[in-house]
């Protein structure tokens, strides 16, 4: 599967971005999604998860309150929703597709996904 994530810009401190991330080329409803960040010098960061058929999500630590990870099979797209963000958000976030069997101990880890987008630059400025 092939992955377009879209939506990065510059916002203010307290603002919201919704981030996108389209799927061509695979059977989308079959694959979980994925969203990850990494920050300059940092390493890559889980953010958020959604299972195949949006019945389970998963956050990264402290982000829950904040980020809402959600999915429209009929768009092959996911999404991510950003409220209130801090300059310490800002990153480079990447969608991941995990077209395997969901392993609880892989879903935070970048290993746990066998496709990845291109990026998306999200600033946020203090």
């Known amino acids: 599967v092939q992955l377009q994530a879209s939506g990065g810009g510059l916002v203010q401190a307290g603002g919201s971005l919704r981030l996108s991330c389209a799927a061509s080329g695979g059977t989308y409803s079959g694959y979980a999604m994925g969203w990850f960040r990494q920050a300059p010098g940092k390493e890559r960061e889980f953010v958020a998860r959604i299972s195949r058929t949006g019945g389970s999500t998963y956050y990264g630590d402290s982000l829950k309150a904040r980020f809402t990870i959600s999915r429209d099979n009929a768009k092959n797209t996911a999404y991510l929703q950003m409220n209130n963000l801090k300059p310490e958000d800002t990153a480079v976030y990447y969608c991941?597709?995990?077209?395997?069997?969901?392993?609880?101990?892989?879903?935070?880890?970048?290993?746990?996904?066998?496709?990845w987008g291109q990026g998306t630059l999200v600033t946020v400025s203090s």
């Open positions: 991941a597709a995990d077209s395997g069997v969901p392993r609880l101990a892989e879903l935070k880890k970048t290993t746990g996904y066998d496709s």
